[in-house]
């Protein structure tokens, strides 16, 4: 399976049996008919497995799946993290990250994914975000696990902007990915949901442990739902990523766009090693409009660009980062390209950017 390309692996993903259907129907139980493996819904739901069996052999490891992305991260430092201990997060990654560690009682290091990074020395845990959301800056996953590893440190990627197809993170290194599948992975916009990989047995075990003890579970269907996204993500992806290099060269040198980021552009400063590292890029790219209200205006004149927060959907959609408190300029926007024609969105964008006062 593992030599399939992504498109085969991810459609494959729901399997195909002889007389069944296409993709199992998702399984609702709290409690099961005791004789079987299954006992109660809170630890046991074969839709969950079905999902986690995909995400798990896409990301190479096992992945443990929770009701969203947060879910996910708060088990992880949960299970992680104990009272006193160093933990190492981007100060410019995803901003509830940052709020979730300030509450608990350890040591909190901030540093910008691009680096530079401290010693790791006497630090428990090192939380990557590349790339990072909303700046998209990149860093060099392999090279700082091994000098985590060296440390004695162990090392999380929240993966949520790459996907299991844009990036692997436990094959460079990584011990854990953690990741928002709300976003691309589910990617219609009508779903929250979260999962955990480790190719550490244990370590898995002690998540889904956690998990069933303190109760953030999935809904099946959101899980079912997610798997059936899924299916398309190669799909999407590449749509997606198609949309956002043609509005990388139309943006570039628009007089009205500053500071204009996407990994995969030769010319962005975070190329070099996104390429290495990347298996792909997606549909998501930051820039800077001159204020709050030029971005308001922006997206009154478009008529494909809907405000919104979140990303990975069908749509392209566009959120100014600084009104959710993340410490960015006003008019600075995370524009996540969707699925529609290129040349359409390409003319929309222009559109609206070009009105006098844009
Ligand atoms: C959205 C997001 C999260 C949180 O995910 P939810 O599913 O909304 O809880 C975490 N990390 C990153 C990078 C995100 O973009």
Redesign the pocket.
Known sequence: MSEWGDGTRVVHSVPAVAGEPFGSSPVFASAYHLGGSDTYGRPHNATWRALEAALGALDGGEAVLF???????STVLRVLLAPGDTVVVPSD??Y??RTLVAEMPVKVVEVPTAGPYPSFEGVRLVLL?SP??PGLDVCDIAALAERAHAGGALVAV????ATPLGQRPLELGADIV??????AVAGHSDV???HVSTADAGLAEKVRAARTVGGAIPGPFEAWLAHRGLGTLDLRLARQAENAAALYAVLKDHPAVRGLRWPGAVEDPAHEVARRQMRRFGGVLTFELASAEAVAGFVERSELVAAST??GGLHTTLDRRAQWGDPVPEGLVRMSAGCEDTADLVADVLKALDHPEG
């Open positions: 009701p969203s992305g947060m879910a996910a991260i990654g995803y509830l990250t975000e990072s959301n929240d993966n949520t902007t953690v990741s928002s599948d709300t976003k929250l949901l979260g979140s990303f």
